[in-house]
């Protein structure tokens, strides 16, 4: 078995309208990415990850669609059919928001492509983003999906932009069956800046049972209802972590043990944290994808789960699909 993960190839990764604050400045104006500046720092994380043994498959760029270097909202895997042939396995799609929706059929026919059955759902959803397991749970957050625009106010400058949020809460209703008998935990999101679950929640451990956390960016309630639930296995995350986006990271198993990828610039005292729960931290800079693109290590992740070795049962074509699009 190998663990297999999608990335989305960044050569056009530019910011086009703006879907969350960290993609413009003080006035409302877009951000422009160096390219160049980004594509090493995917090569990079790419690198990273074959290097502990990750099955990297890359989707293709396009210049319509510069979101593409974050499948982390291309969908979730079925958690019914962890070990069974990939070809058997079901992948639940996004429901992405207009100025993302061409994206889905790119994923669509990729993940086809790749052996996947892909399922679609009817309410706006984003992902791995909003829904992920702890332990043996899963969390699946929320907000208001609003139409994103700019509106007047008082002050400098004279208008606010509202971005809202991507996943909307009836969405877990079409995702419980594929769920199977797992509870699931919903929270909302309060903070714009913090528009998805995985910049307020991280998963991690043998288990994935520990859990950082940025309570601020959730609503009241749900605050309280998350520390009830999971009581000491939170950590909770200081407002500059927050901001460095300390939650979008990932875990990978690897000979050495438990690593956990985070972007450059956490504290070194949540570093400490993560590190006394058995998981060893590894800041990589992911920076212009972080001040440019409002993203960070996870965004750029699809996690495909642990993949049977089913070479022998697949069609040549898909054999040949998974060789022309695997990083190497």
């Not at 208008?159 to 969405?171: M, Q």
């Not at 309060?190 to 991280?202: A, M, P, V």
């Not at 750029?300 to 060789?323: A, N």
Request: charged residues 25%; positive net charge; contains cysteine.
């Amino acid at each position: 078995m190998s663990h297999a993960i999608l990335m989305g190839d960044p050569t056009h990764f530019h910011i086009s309208g703006g879907a969350n604050p960290f993609t413009r400045d003080w006035w409302g104006r877009r951000k422009f990415v160096d390219q160049t500046k980004a594509a090493e720092q995917w090569r990079q994380l790419a690198r990273v990850l074959t290097d502990f043994g990750i099955q990297v498959f890359v989707i293709p760029s396009s210049p319509n669609n510069p979101g593409l270097v974050y499948p982390a909202n291309a969908g979730f895997l079925s958690q019914l059919e962890e070990k069974i042939p990939i070809q058997k396995k079901k992948f639940i799609l996004s429901n992405l928001l207009p100025s993302r929706a061409g994206e889905c059929p790119i994923y669509r026919d990729f993940l086809r492509g790749l052996g996947f059955a892909v399922v679609t759902i009817k309410h706006r959803f984003e992902g791995e983003a909003e829904l992920f397991p702890v332990g043996s749970e899963h969390i699946f957050t929320y907000g208001g999906v609003v139409k994103q625009r700019f509106t007047p106010k008082l002050g400098l400058p004279p208008w606010k932009r509202v971005y809202g949020f991507r996943t909307e809460r009836d969405a877990l209703q079409e995702l419980r069956p594929y769920l199977g008998v797992s509870a699931v935990h919903d929270f909302e999101l309060l903070q714009e800046s913090h528009y998805h679950g995985d910049t307020i929640f991280c998963s991690f451990g043998e288990k994935r049972e520990f859990l950082l956390v940025y309570l601020e960016g959730l609503a009241p309630e749900s605050r309280e209802r998350c520390v009830k639930i999971f009581g000491d296995r939170l950590i909770p995350l200081s407002t500059r972590d927050a901001f460095f986006y300390a939650t979008n990271s990932f875990q990978v198993r690897t000979k050495e043990g438990l690593k956990l990828i985070v972007p450059e610039g956490a504290s070194h005292i949540l570093l400490k944290e993560i590190e006394t729960r058995g998981v060893q931290p590894f800041p990589i800079n992911v920076s212009e994808f972080l001040k440019k693109g409002g993203g960070a290590v996870k965004c750029m992740i699809g996690d495909l789960g642990e993949l049977i070795d089913e070479t022998s049962q697949v069609t040549p074509s898909i054999q040949k699909f998974r060789e022309e699009h695997l990083f190497r």
